[in-house]
């Protein structure tokens, strides 16, 4: 069963318009949640996470999610977004103490339209 | 400039032909991994590396080999590959095994196996 899903493969929007890519994954216990960004022929960027604390996470660039245990969701927002945040982007999960075995989601397109 | 270096970055080879990926890091990190990254599948763990000479399998280490005996280099064998082993590959690294401190990704290396 797939431990994390973005349920949109695609997602377009215009410029300065809000957007919200989602993410739920699958645990019963504690979990470590991730936003990762891949620009065109670059490597993984970490956009912000969830460890504890505050269920409000904000990270760089203007993205923030919020971690949702009872709906077992990780969302990512950004209220206006900008050409340049045309990109892939994917969500991860990890247990706590699992040694950094990050399992990521299959990724969202987002494409910002002019 | 601290980074993560994989070389090549793209490369053409035949089934069977043995080959190796190189990664280095720049800043003495302890923990490296190795990703690959399929369309609609997101990117999956092939092997990771606490430290030095500490290797362990991830996900998906079927068909390939690696070796940790200096800090900054973690390089990835494939001793005889196939073509299901076409795939972008990614290389990264953190100070340690935990989440606080990021994982710092490679530019990739694009790998076909006809």
């Known amino acids: 069963a797939q431990s994390v899903t973005q349920l949109d493969s695609q997602v377009p929007v215009f410029e300065e318009a809000p957007v919200e890519l989602r993410c739920n994954y699958s645990s019963s216990v504690s979990v470590y949640l991730f936003w990762y960004v891949q620009y065109p022929n670059q490597g993984l960027q970490l956009l912000l996470k969830y460890l504890s604390g505050s269920t409000l996470v904000k990270g760089i660039n203007g993205f923030e999610a919020e971690f949702n245990k009872s709906q077992t969701s990780f969302h990512l927002r950004k209220p206006s977004v900008h050409i340049s945040d045309t990109a892939e982007y994917f969500c991860a999960r990890a247990f706590s103490g699992s040694a950094r075995q990050l399992t990521f989601g299959s990724g969202t397109q987002l494409t910002v339209l002019p | 400039e601290a980074q993560v270096t994989q070389n090549p970055r793209y490369l053409i080879t035949v089934t069977g032909k043995k080959l190796t990926v190189t990664c280095s890091q720049n800043m003495n990190h302890e923990y490296m991994s190795w990703y690959r990254q399929d369309p609609g599948l997101g990117l999956r763990q092939i092997y990771y590396?606490?430290?030095?000479?500490?290797?362990d399998k991830g996900d998906v280490p079927e068909g390939y080999k690696v070796s940790r005996k200096e800090k900054r280099n973690f390089p990835l064998i494939l001793e005889s590959p196939s073509p299901n082993q076409t795939s972008l590959y990614f290389c990264a690294s953190s100070l340690g095994p935990g989440f606080n401190s990021p994982l710092h990704f490679g530019n990739g290396t694009r790998l076909t196996v006809t």
């Open positions: 590396s606490m430290n030095v000479e500490v290797t």
